[in-house]
């Protein structure tokens, strides 16, 4: 089973404290002919998250990629940004059961993984289970279909 979409790339984004990971699970996406797009950063150059999770998180909503992957140092900061989008469910993962969790009870969107406080083979399991999660919708979309802020 696989959630990705025929023809769409997974979208892939981190700051610099993500970017080494980013580049590891580059190498398994491709391993596996998976097609991604990164939306950076591009080196390990001090930056900030937010520039690069808001582009990956827009083409997400607009459908262009699917499921994004997001890195910063504890996840938490890319995370809390991706979150800012009303279309975006970001997923801060740690092991292979969450990220699990996070597809099947929350049609999580985005996968986000805390660079600095994984292995690199934890988060290719992690990323391993969840592109290949389904969502079990039921009494899980029920509560999904509230999450959005009412204007
Ligand atoms: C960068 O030093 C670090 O603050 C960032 O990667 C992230 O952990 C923030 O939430």
């Not at 150059?45 to 992957?69: K, L, M, N, W």
């Not at 805390?114 to 969840?130: K, N, Y």
Request: charged share 25%; proline share 6%; glycine share 12%.
């Amino acid at each position: 089973m696989t959630i990705l979409k025929e023809n769409l790339p997974v979208g892939l984004c981190s700051d610099h404290a993500g970017f080494e990971l980013k580049g590891i699970i580059e190498g398994y996406l491709e391993s596996k002919g998976i097609p991604y797009k990164d939306f950076g950063t591009f080196g390990t150059e001090s930056c900030d998250y937010p520039d690069f999770a808001h582009p990956c998180a827009e083409a997400v909503e607009a459908g262009e990629v699917y499921p994004g992957i997001a890195i910063c140092g504890t996840g938490n900061g890319i995370g809390m940004t991706l979150n800012k989008h009303q279309g975006i469910r970001a997923a801060l993962c740690w092991q292979p059961e969450l990220a699990r969790l996070a597809r099947a009870h929350n049609d999580a969107n985005v996968l986000v993984l805390p660079g600095r406080f994984i292995e690199p083979e934890v988060a290719l399991e992690c990323v391993d289970t969840f592109l290949s999660t389904e969502f079990e919708g039921g009494r899980h979309q029920r509560r999904i279909d509230k999450m959005p802020v009412k204007k």
